[in-house]
């Protein structure tokens, strides 16, 4: 379980320099990405003052919004349509109280890494189960690689 805060100052002064140095279109809506260590492998938000820091700093930017990422394999770890969402729950509560908008990338798929630091997001754990007596489940292209 991973318990440490997820790094963001970085993503945060570059996001910072971004909107200083632009003027926008009064029709355009501006949306960054919340990193996506911020919700653990439990469906627990991480660090929810550490998320109310980032929104209020990303607030005062003059952001529209944030995009999420929701992945299955936290939401539907452990057994096929039993779905956690509680540290998404919180996570868009903490949002509504900044009068931020949400973008939700719904996401299928595992991943390894994020640009803030090593976050390992696997696919659900039941699907995983199914794979070890069936590899065909993952798509295979036409050189026989396969995605796990």
């Not at 945060?12 to 003027?23: K, P, T, V």
């Not at 009068?99 to 996401?107: E, F, G, N, T």
Request: charged letters at 20%; aromatic letters at 12%; a negative charge.
């Amino acid at each position: 379980m991973r318990t440490e805060k997820p790094a963001s100052g970085l993503f945060l002064s570059e996001c910072s320099q971004y909107f200083q140095s632009c003027d926008p279109a009064p029709s355009s809506c501006f949306y960054c990405f919340l990193q996506m260590g911020i919700i653990n492998s439990h469906c627990q938000l991480v660090d929810p003052e550490g998320v109310r820091t980032e929104l209020r700093h990303l607030k005062s930017l003059n952001v529209d919004g944030v995009i999420v990422y929701c992945w299955c394999g936290i939401v539907e770890a452990w057994i096929p349509r039993k779905y956690e969402w509680s540290g998404y729950r919180d996570l868009f509560g903490i949002i509504k109280e900044f009068k931020l908008k949400v973008q939700v990338v719904l996401s299928f798929h595992g991943s390894g890494e994020t640009g803030s630091g090593d976050v390992l997001i696997s696919l659900p754990n039941w699907i995983m189960e199914i794979a070890k007596e069936n590899q065909d489940i993952f798509f295979t292209d036409c050189e026989g690689r396969r995605n796990t």
